[in-house]
């Protein structure tokens, strides 16, 4: 089974800075996607960015990228030029891919980061 | 956004009763899904369905049963509701089930409260 590990439970930062949030994963899977969602007081689900494993370039969306790490299964995201909007909980999420089926889609959450972004 | 709709949006129930979620999609999407959220533990899946009537357990799946009779819902139930079951329930559907990573577009969620 796979387990996926976000070890701040809270962070902060000032508006306009950069942080980065951090998340491991453990798995015996080769063939995977990794994904980061934003979660508002609104309680929306946003998905925020994605990336195949095998595929070794970075994701970028904008403002967010990540940092991925397949041998040492990390994926971190990186926010730049905080703002206000950005205040969320962060998911780390892990979706294995089986050769030659599908694992049903079935996502796998880290424990959430709660970011909060100071003017 | 995904047309998907949760509903109630909350819910307060006491201990013993029966209870049911519901989860509308208007994408005709194949994959549907189940999720709770607690603190510290972020979102779990409770069952999902690949299909009309095909389902399977998820990692958190003791005391839910599913339902899909028609491809647009998704019901959850609790048949006798535990203190325990207290949380944000979450509905998520998908296309492709993974094959293509697509990522699963979520519902508003559902506040259920158990006293």
């Known amino acids: 089974a796979q387990t996926v590990t976000q070890s701040q439970p809270e962070m902060s930062v000032q508006e306009a800075e950069t942080v980065t949030l951090s998340c491991t994963y453990d798995?015996?899977?080769?063939?995977?996607?990794l994904f980061w969602y934003k979660q508002p007081p609104s309680r929306q689900m946003i998905l925020v960015i994605r990336?195949?494993?095998?595929?070794?370039q970075n994701a970028t969306e904008n403002r967010f990228s990540v940092n991925f790490q397949k041998a040492a299964k990390s994926f971190s995201l990186k926010i730049s030029d905080s703002q206000l909007g950005d205040t969320a909980m962060y998911f780390c999420?892990?979706?294995?891919?089986?050769?030659?089926?599908?694992?049903?889609?079935?996502?796998?959450f880290g424990q959430g980061t709660i970011l909060t972004v100071h003017p | 956004d995904a047309g998907i709709t949760q509903s109630p949006r909350h819910k307060v129930t006491e201990t013993g009763t029966p209870v049911t979620l519901r989860c509308h999609q208007t994408?005709?999407?194949?994959?549907m899904y189940w999720y709770r959220q607690d603190p510290g533990h972020g979102l779990r899946l409770i069952h999902y369905?690949?299909?009309?009537?095909?389902?399977d357990k998820g990692e958190v799946s003791d005391g839910y049963s599913v339902s899909r009779s028609k491809t647009e819902d998704f019901l959850l139930t609790l048949e006798s509701a535990t203190s325990s079951q207290t949380s944000v329930y979450f509905c998520?559907?998908?296309?492709?089930?993974?094959?293509?990573?697509?990522?699963?577009?979520f519902g508003d969620g559902t506040r259920l409260s158990i006293l």
């Open positions: 994408e005709n999407h194949r994959y």
């Open positions: 798995t015996s899977e080769s063939n995977y996607y």
């Open positions: 990336q195949e494993a095998y595929k070794q």
């Open positions: 999420a892990f979706m294995k891919l089986l050769a030659g089926g599908t694992s049903y889609g079935k996502l796998t």
């Open positions: 998520a559907i998908s296309d492709s089930g993974g094959v293509t990573g697509q990522p699963q577009h």
């Open positions: 369905s690949y299909g009309v009537k095909d389902t």
